[in-house]
């Protein structure tokens, strides 16, 4: 018997970066963009597929495509247990014919993986437990980096606000914990944020892959070289994310544009004064495009390409805005799931 399961693709709206710090907010969303997988049990052993590859992984090296997965089976077994015979087949990955979107695709392997080591062990585990077990996972896998508000997105859906409680200080750390100790850890503090009915949201493929961990890994350079200039920037995104929060739950839709691009401008100066290119001259126009026709667009995620994420109020603006993107971009429709 085969079951079939998804997680959210993750969009970032505001606090990129400065969500690193413990406490400070990013906005993201899960959307309707989705990851999906089918479980079977009917095959001995363990085995994972990455099906636009045709990668396997069944205990050996792990291929590159199925890390974060792995790491988050291992785990999952290690807490739900007796589900050795299980079969999971990523069906898709986020991808734009080969090129990574910055979607959140690890985050929501992630979170497969524990819901299918789980669910084939009969286990009843709460979102709150799968959240954990999951981030654990990829915070690890990403060399103990990271705010996990990707991994929330692909678990709970929907524009949240999160807040980092993370305090493991390495991988070794982590891993050396029992797995009920991971799952009881809660290192996330996550609330709904609501929005206007008319909110609408774009994305713009800025036309390259970016690699989240070695910008963040510059960053956290920045950071520890200069801490006063980075609690400047830190403090300007922080800001814009806050009035981001407080212009959606109000409904002031001008200044919820004028949030996003004081976000935008944020990540470009924290960029600059970093060395990283964070705001690519690709993502720069798509966000003119936008702000020309109405709308507003920052990086969304870590920058240095992948997409520009676009926010627009009723259909009208958003296909005005849409018409001046698409003779330069892929562009795609997306919306909180």
């Not at 892959?209 to 510059?218: G, I, K, N, P």
Request: hydrophobic share 50%.
């Amino acid at each position: 018997m085969s079951v079939r399961l998804e997680a959210c693709a993750k969009v970032f709206l505001a606090g990129e970066y400065a969500v690193l710090d413990r406490g400070r907010p990013a906005l993201v969303v899960g959307i309707d963009r989705k990851l999906h997988a089918s479980v079977d049990r009917s095959l001995r052993g363990l085995r994972l597929t990455h099906a636009p590859s045709g990668l396997t992984w069944e205990g050996g090296p792990v291929p590159e495509q199925l890390r974060f997965a792995a790491r988050a089976v291992r785990l999952a077994l290690r807490f739900c247990g007796n589900a050795t015979d299980l079969h999971l087949v990523f069906e898709d990955d986020l991808a734009l014919e080969g090129h990574k979107l910055g979607l959140g695709g690890s985050a929501a392997a992630s979170v497969l993986a524990v819901r299918a080591v789980c669910a084939a062990s009969g286990r009843a585990v709460g979102e709150d437990e799968v959240l954990s077990l999951a981030l654990a996972a990829h915070w690890v896998e990403q060399g103990g980096s990271g705010s996990g508000a990707d991994v929330a997105a692909a678990v709970l859906g929907g524009v949240l606000e999160v807040r980092s409680r993370i305090f493991w200080r390495s991988a070794e750390e982590v891993m050396a914990l029992s797995p009920e100790q991971i799952a009881a850890s809660r290192p996330l503090e996550v609330r709904r944020v609501r929005t206007p009915a008319d909110l609408r949201l774009l994305l713009a493929y800025a036309g390259a892959s970016a690699d989240t961990r070695a910008l963040v890994r510059e960053i956290r350079r920045f950071a520890a070289a200069d801490p006063v200039r980075w609690a400047l920037r830190a403090d300007e995104i922080h800001e814009a994310a806050e009035k981001l929060r407080q212009a959606l739950e109000s409904g002031d839709r001008v200044a919820a544009l004028d949030a996003v691009r004081m976000g935008g401008a944020a990540m470009a100066s924290l960029g600059e004064d970093a060395a990283v290119s964070l705001m690519t001259a690709e993502l720069a126009r798509a966000c003119a495009l936008a702000s020309a026709a109405g709308a507003a667009g920052k990086p969304s995620g870590a920058g240095g390409g992948d997409c520009a994420v676009i926010l627009a109020f009723g259909d009208e603006d958003r296909d005005r805005v849409e018409a001046a993107l698409r003779p330069h971009f892929p562009v795609f429709h997306v919306a909180p799931a």
